[in-house]
């Protein structure tokens, strides 16, 4: 079973109507690499913190040299670093405007049985879990055209020869289903 393309109130569409147009406020406009300077503002960022994982002490070290050597090569001396600190190039990704998700936490730990001699560590330590909220995850993801048809968005429940159930993407999942079933069943009572 699959559901029927809607619209944003889950009015149901057309199979052969044309896309909604798309907001262009919301993305961002080619050659605009907003919250950063420039496209190697972007990609001196993303070497710094997401390839090479570099900690904030290293990252202020990379930014004292990079201003040394610009004021070397510079006459008048006022040329600085991309990002003045790590601090600077934190607030630069945290500002990226696609993903305005929140991080929550809980903590968690071991609650079955501890021996009395000599526990392993991990079961007396206390763990912190964060995490995103799926469902604002996966609307960042839907309103992200970077993603237009680049994967299925309806929801399924697919079954083989044997009537069981397979189970191949997060849309062939029960929590998928259940939101689209859960909605549709609103928009219907709703219009009774």
């Not at 919301?26 to 919250?35: H, I, M, N």
């Not at 763990?127 to 995850?137: E, G, K, M, N, R």
Request: hydrophobic share 35%; aromatic share 14%.
């Amino acid at each position: 079973m699959e559901g029927m393309p809607c619209d944003a109130e889950g009015n149901d569409i057309a199979t052969d109507a044309p896309p909604v147009p798309f907001d262009s406020d919301k993305t961002s406009r080619a050659g605009d690499w907003s919250p950063f300077a420039s496209r190697p503002h972007f990609e001196l960022a993303d070497f710094i913190y997401r390839q090479s994982e570099l900690s904030g002490a290293k990252i202020d070290d990379l930014m004292q040299i990079w201003a040394a050597m610009q004021a070397e090569n510079d006459d008048n001396k006022s040329s600085s670093p991309p990002f003045p600190d790590h601090n600077s190039l934190y607030k630069a990704i945290d500002s990226i405007p696609h993903g305005e998700s929140r991080w929550h936490s809980f903590k968690a730990s071991y609650s079955g049985v501890i021996p009395d001699k000599d526990p392993p560590p991990w079961m007396v330590r206390e763990y912190d879990v964060w995490f995103w909220d799926p469902q604002q995850v996966l609307r960042n993801q839907l309103s992200n055209q970077d993603f237009n048809q680049r994967f299925d968005y309806v929801p399924k429940q697919v079954f083989g020869e044997d009537d069981k159930r397979i189970w191949s993407d997060f849309m062939s999942g029960n929590w998928a289903w259940q939101q689209a079933v859960c909605l549709s069943h609103v928009a219907y009572s709703a219009s009774e």
